[in-house]
């Protein structure tokens, strides 16, 4: 930097530290990062920090453009500009200098990232290569948002005189930005995504880095690449237009917004295609139940949260107490219904119902045809002969979300030495469901490839209540990879949940070409039944 | 014991010796110095004396409507020059090209012999500007917005940097108000500090844009004195509609009127445009009095019951109208009125 730059710089950085609105950014997003975190604290450290992270993005770049326009519209709004332009300082000491203060005074954010990856993983006692990884990443994503944010704003100011259309203009940019994002996620566009800042708490990255799904840690750096570009691009073309205004281009220039432009166009090309090949293959969903509807699944869902009066928080499924164990579960499973993209019949070994509300998890896309009871008295255990036997005796049963309250009769509730049997039918989409606006089914779990049965779906009753997607409980899961060996049903690390272990007997009837890949718990039984051909299956 | 002396006064002759030596090249090396300090000094005065604004064929246009400048010729020696102009007659857009904010469409403009489409860094290094409305960082102090500029003219040295930051303060009459944030300053006193910044770094060229705008009397006198003062071996260019500081303070001038060059020379040839064509009338206040339509009253004072008026006519407006010597002001209305050619 030439001596007068650096002059520029140093008075430069000194007016954006005195300004309070650079102090409001930064308290606005130590804000989010607090907001997030209480909002999602019972997620395992790494994911908390891609929670707490990637809620910020957007923000980190829409105050990034601000502030840097604030430096750099200062002698604009003050009234100094002719005087301050025609001083020695040549237009790159002016920019150069008035930038590099910008991203000094920007890093603040980098080290609220720092400071809260340094919090989460070390006070959870997590020091694992991944969560360093998704660390180092989103350090990386949030000095991208800060460049795109100061590109956007060195554009606007090459591009717009008047200095107070460039904030609204920043704004109309990140809302556009977001627009193109969202049309990319209803498309099934990924690639997309690309034209953003990087957010790792979108689903695609988000599940890349927790799990290893596609697209992975190549796709991050496809992103990172395209994001890179994009943000020199705009630089470039920021300068050149402002060349143009006062001074004349030289050819270097226009070559290297030229060499820009090719090399974020060959990047998102090579983004698009990676992600062309994943919809084709991976990704790509089973035709006939694309248009399945699930009118239960609405009336299911429509109960009032109030309704269910129980213990714990009901709202965040965190805390209702766990008042029985399940000792076993027999799942009967259906894939790929020609209607339903799911059906189960469930039955459960349930021991020591000690009180008569029985709370459970299941997905809410998951529609309940009926729930129903018998006694055990001591009997063991046999699906196929107790799926057939008529003594089984519907019971009242409430939904709210993702939460199935069943109310047992009177005498239901036996002593704590004794079993009851419970069998739930429920039927449900198995792909990007429709969720309201707190957005889509992460993953569309059943595909060209093959099923995958994760946690997130609660695709089985789990006892209590439990917030699917984001406890560390319910949540941790196998890696599912395009072109990965046969199936195999993955086995779950121990959660701390406070489970005592079931023994499951898993049935699953689907096409036998597909993978089928679930996870349960780490220890019990797993009768791995894939059928030839789909059967017909008929629930009571 | 003998030979130890006689060695002890070689030595001390030899000592001698390269003292004497010593003291030769250092003096020849003072009077080297000298010499070239004064062969840089006479360069400096000379150039001081050269220096000078030519401007041939500068013609900028907007986007819209005609010409701001069509074709200006101008050739601006050292000392005050004075630029008039009716409102939107191109003088801002004149400053505002020689400023470098502003590319002209073509012509060509060398300020002390440099092209200033080629180099307009080196121009911007000799300038001082002064827009027609100033403002600056509202807060900071006087002192404060004074130090910044006198750092991007290059007054590196602190203790420089101060003491001239002071002399400028007392030069405009704001050491008082040194620590003010410029929020706070009447507009009179920020046109005082706009000055100021001007002043800093000894421009070569100096342009002043309605500088006295907003000033009381006394201080426009003191800064049209101040302008006088420091436009010796410089090019000071003042932009005004005040023709009153023009005629105080300028030996040269140009009056511009739709972009065109109506007139350069000295305020008096300005005035000598209206010789002949200034009348006077002296007439009872209830006299009415009809004019023909060329004639144009321009100033009217009452003295006792009688109203005296001056009238620019190309010809005796009435009978009784008695001629009178021009002033400037209205040499420069029959210019603007005329359109005079130079």
Same mark, same amino acid.
């Given at each position: 930097m030439?001596?007068?730059?650096k002059?520029?710089?140093?008075f430069?950085?000194r007016?954006?530290?005195?300004?309070?609105?650079l102090?409001?950014a930064?308290?606005?997003?130590?804000?989010?990062?607090?907001?997030?975190?209480?909002?999602?604290?019972?997620s395992?450290?790494?994911?908390l920090?891609?929670?707490?992270?990637g809620?910020?993005?957007?923000?980190?770049f829409?105050?990034?453009?601000?502030?840097t326009l604030?430096?750099?519209?200062?002698?604009?709004r003050e009234?100094?500009s002719?005087?301050?332009?025609a001083?020695?300082?040549?237009?790159a000491a002016?920019?150069g200098?008035?930038?590099a203060?910008a991203a000094?005074?920007?890093s603040?954010?980098?080290?609220?990232?720092?400071?809260?990856?340094?919090?989460?993983?070390p006070?959870?006692?997590?020091f694992?290569?991944?969560?360093?990884?998704?660390?180092?990443?989103?350090?990386l994503e949030?000095? /991208?948002?800060?460049?795109?944010?100061?590109?956007?704003?060195?554009l606007?100011?090459?591009?717009?005189?008047?200095?107070r259309?460039r904030?609204?203009?920043?704004l109309? %940019?990140?809302v556009g930005?977001?627009?193109l994002?969202g049309?990319?996620?209803a498309?099934?566009?990924?690639?997309?995504?690309?034209?953003?800042?990087?957010?790792?708490g979108?689903?695609?990255y988000?599940?890349?880095?927790?799990?290893g799904?596609f697209?992975g840690?190549?796709?991050?750096?496809?992103h990172?690449l395209?994001?890179?570009?994009?943000?020199?691009?705009?630089?470039?073309?920021?300068?050149h237009r402002?060349?143009?205004?006062?001074?004349?281009?030289?050819?270097?220039l226009?070559r290297?917004?030229?060499s820009?432009l090719v090399?974020?166009v060959?990047s998102?090309? %090579?983004q698009y295609?990676a992600?062309?090949?994943?919809?084709?293959t991976?990704?790509?969903?089973?035709?006939?139940?694309?248009?399945?509807?699930f009118s239960?699944?609405?009336?299911?869902?429509?109960?009032d949260?109030?309704?269910?009066s129980?213990e714990g928080d009901?709202?965040?499924?965190?805390?209702?107490?766990?008042n029985f164990?399940?000792?076993r579960?027999?799942?009967?499973?259906?894939?790929?219904?020609?209607?339903?993209g799911?059906?189960?019949?469930v039955?459960m070994?349930?021991?020591?119902p000690t009180?008569s509300?029985?709370?459970?998890?299941?997905?809410r896309?998951l529609a309940i045809?009926?729930?129903a009871?018998q006694?055990?008295?001591?009997e063991?255990?046999?699906?196929a002969a107790?799926?057939?036997n008529?003594?089984?005796q519907?019971?009242?049963w409430q939904?709210?979300?993702?939460y199935?309250r069943?109310d047992?009769?009177?005498?239901a509730?036996v002593?704590p030495?004794?079993?009851?049997?419970l069998?739930?039918?429920?039927?449900?989409?198995?792909?990007d469901a429709w969720?309201?606006?707190?957005?889509n089914?992460?993953?569309q779990f059943?595909?060209?490839?093959g099923?995958?049965l994760?946690?997130?779906?609660g %695709?089985?009753p789990l006892?209590?209540? %439990?917030?699917l997607g984001?406890?560390?409980?319910?949540m941790v899961?196998?890696?599912?990879k395009a072109?990965?060996?046969?199936p195999?049903p993955?086995?779950l690390?121990?959660p701390?949940t406070?489970?005592?272990q079931?023994?499951?007997?898993?049935?699953?009837?689907?096409?036998p070409?597909w993978?089928?890949?679930?996870?349960?718990?780490a220890?019990?039984t797993?009768?791995w039944?894939?059928?030839?051909?789909?059967?017909?299956?008929?629930?009571s | 014991?003998?030979?130890?002396?006689?060695?002890?006064?070689?030595?001390?002759?030899?000592?001698?010796?390269t003292?004497?030596?010593k003291c030769?090249? /250092?003096?020849c090396?003072?009077?080297?110095?000298?010499?070239?300090?004064?062969?840089?000094?006479?360069?400096?005065?000379?150039?001081?004396?050269a220096?000078?604004?030519?401007i041939?064929?500068?013609?900028?246009?907007?986007r819209?409507?005609p010409p701001?400048?069509?074709?200006?010729?101008?050739n601006?020696?050292?000392g005050?020059?004075?630029?008039?102009?009716?409102n939107?007659?191109?003088?801002?857009t004149?400053?505002?090209?020689l400023?470098?904010l502003l590319?002209?469409?073509s012509?060509?403009?060398?300020?002390?012999?440099?092209?200033?489409?080629?180099?307009?860094?080196a121009v911007?290094?000799?300038l001082?500007y002064?827009?027609?409305?100033f403002?600056t960082?509202?807060?900071?102090t006087?002192?404060q917005?004074?130090?910044y500029?006198?750092l991007?003219?290059g007054?590196?040295a602190?203790?420089?940097?101060?003491?001239?930051?002071?002399l400028?303060?007392a030069?405009v009459?704001?050491?008082?108000?040194?620590?003010?944030?410029?929020?706070h300053?009447?507009?009179?006193?920020?046109?005082r500090?706009?000055?100021?910044?001007a002043?800093?770094g000894?421009?070569?060229?100096?342009?002043?844009d309605?500088?006295?705008a907003g000033?009381?009397p006394?201080?426009r006198i003191r800064?049209?004195n101040?302008?006088?003062?420091i436009s010796?071996?410089k090019?000071?260019?003042?932009?005004?509609?005040?023709?009153?500081?023009?005629?105080?303070?300028c030996?040269?001038l140009?009056?511009?009127?739709q972009?065109?060059?109506?007139?350069?020379?000295s305020?008096?040839?300005?005035?000598?445009?209206?010789?002949g064509?200034?009348?006077?009338?002296?007439a009872?206040?209830e006299?009415?009095t009809t004019l023909?339509a060329?004639?144009?009253v321009?100033a009217?004072?009452?003295i006792?019951?009688t109203?005296h008026?001056?009238?620019?006519s190309?010809?005796r407006?009435?009978?009784?109208a008695l001629?009178?010597?021009?002033? /400037?002001e209205?040499?420069?209305?029959?210019?603007?009125?005329?359109?005079?050619?130079?």
């Amino acid at each position: 930097m030439s001596p007068l730059g650096k002059r520029i710089f140093q008075f430069e950085l000194r007016a954006q530290l005195r300004s309070p609105g650079l102090w409001a950014a930064l308290l606005v997003v130590a804000a989010l990062l607090l907001f997030n975190s209480v909002d999602s604290w019972e997620s395992a450290p790494a994911q908390l920090l891609i929670k707490l992270v990637g809620g910020v993005t957007s923000f980190v770049f829409l105050l990034s453009a601000f502030v840097t326009l604030n430096g750099l519209s200062r002698e604009e709004r003050e009234g100094f500009s002719d005087v301050f332009y025609a001083l020695p300082p040549t237009n790159a000491a002016i920019y150069g200098g008035k930038l590099a203060a910008a991203a000094v005074s920007l890093s603040g954010f980098l080290l609220l990232v720092l400071s809260a990856a340094l919090l989460v993983g070390p006070s959870q006692g997590e020091f694992g290569l991944q969560y360093w990884t998704v660390s180092g990443l989103l350090l990386l994503e949030t000095a /991208l948002a800060v460049a795109a944010g100061m590109a956007v704003a060195a554009l606007l100011t090459a591009l717009v005189t008047q200095h107070r259309s460039r904030y609204v203009l920043a704004l109309l %940019w990140l809302v556009g930005v977001t627009l193109l994002v969202g049309l990319g996620f209803a498309s099934g566009r990924y690639e997309w995504l690309s034209f953003s800042p990087l957010n790792m708490g979108e689903d695609p990255y988000f599940f890349s880095l927790i799990f290893g799904f596609f697209p992975g840690s190549a796709g991050i750096a496809r992103h990172m690449l395209v994001q890179v570009f994009l943000v020199v691009l705009l630089f470039l073309v920021g300068r050149h237009r402002f060349l143009c205004r006062r001074e004349n281009v030289d050819q270097r220039l226009r070559r290297l917004i030229a060499s820009a432009l090719v090399l974020l166009v060959a990047s998102f090309a %090579w983004q698009y295609a990676a992600w062309g090949q994943y919809r084709a293959t991976v990704a790509a969903q089973v035709n006939y139940h694309a248009d399945a509807r699930f009118s239960k699944a609405d009336s299911n869902a429509r109960a009032d949260w109030q309704s269910l009066s129980g213990e714990g928080d009901l709202r965040y499924g965190v805390g209702v107490a766990q008042n029985f164990h399940v000792a076993r579960y027999h799942i009967n499973l259906r894939l790929a219904h020609p209607q339903n993209g799911l059906q189960a019949e469930v039955i459960m070994l349930i021991e020591e119902p000690t009180q008569s509300s029985l709370f459970f998890t299941l997905h809410r896309t998951l529609a309940i045809d009926g729930v129903a009871w018998q006694p055990t008295l001591g009997e063991s255990l046999n699906a196929a002969a107790q799926s057939a036997n008529p003594s089984w005796q519907p019971i009242a049963w409430q939904r709210a979300g993702d939460y199935l309250r069943v109310d047992l009769p009177p005498n239901a509730v036996v002593s704590p030495e004794e079993s009851l049997l419970l069998r739930i039918t429920y039927a449900g989409p198995t792909n990007d469901a429709w969720l309201g606006w707190w957005g889509n089914n992460p993953v569309q779990f059943v595909t060209k490839q093959g099923a995958y049965l994760q946690a997130q779906l609660g %695709w089985y009753p789990l006892p209590g209540g %439990w917030r699917l997607g984001a406890a560390a409980g319910v949540m941790v899961n196998g890696v599912y990879k395009a072109g990965m060996p046969p199936p195999q049903p993955l086995r779950l690390t121990s959660p701390e949940t406070g489970y005592r272990q079931s023994e499951f007997h898993l049935q699953v009837r689907t096409r036998p070409e597909w993978q089928v890949i679930a996870n349960l718990p780490a220890t019990g039984t797993i009768v791995w039944d894939t059928c030839p051909s789909v059967p017909s299956f008929t629930s009571s | 014991m003998h030979g130890a002396l006689r060695h002890k006064g070689r030595r001390k002759d030899r000592l001698a010796l390269t003292a004497a030596f010593k003291c030769i090249f /250092l003096l020849c090396l003072a009077s080297l110095r000298a010499g070239r300090r004064r062969e840089g000094l006479k360069q400096r005065e000379a150039a001081a004396l050269a220096f000078s604004i030519q401007i041939t064929d500068l013609t900028k246009q907007y986007r819209k409507g005609p010409p701001a400048l069509n074709k200006v010729n101008l050739n601006i020696q050292s000392g005050m020059f004075g630029l008039l102009g009716p409102n939107g007659a191109g003088k801002t857009t004149l400053m505002r090209i020689l400023a470098t904010l502003l590319q002209p469409l073509s012509g060509e403009v060398y300020v002390g012999g440099v092209n200033l489409a080629d180099n307009p860094g080196a121009v911007r290094a000799i300038l001082g500007y002064l827009p027609q409305d100033f403002n600056t960082y509202r807060r900071l102090t006087v002192r404060q917005v004074l130090d910044y500029v006198a750092l991007l003219k290059g007054l590196d040295a602190a203790a420089a940097r101060r003491q001239k930051v002071e002399l400028v303060l007392a030069q405009v009459h704001l050491k008082e108000k040194r620590h003010t944030q410029v929020a706070h300053l009447s507009g009179g006193m920020r046109q005082r500090l706009g000055i100021g910044q001007a002043l800093l770094g000894d421009p070569q060229l100096l342009i002043v844009d309605e500088p006295t705008a907003g000033l009381d009397p006394e201080e426009r006198i003191r800064f049209r004195n101040l302008l006088v003062e420091i436009s010796k071996g410089k090019v000071v260019l003042l932009s005004t509609h005040i023709v009153g500081d023009v005629e105080s303070c300028c030996s040269r001038l140009a009056v511009l009127n739709q972009g065109n060059v109506c007139f350069t020379g000295s305020p008096a040839e300005l005035a000598a445009k209206a010789r002949g064509q200034v009348w006077e009338i002296a007439a009872a206040e209830e006299q009415h009095t009809t004019l023909p339509a060329s004639a144009r009253v321009i100033a009217t004072r009452r003295i006792g019951d009688t109203v005296h008026r001056r009238i620019l006519s190309p010809m005796r407006p009435l009978p009784a109208a008695l001629p009178v010597e021009p002033t /400037l002001e209205e040499g420069y209305l029959q210019v603007v009125k005329a359109g005079a050619t130079p």
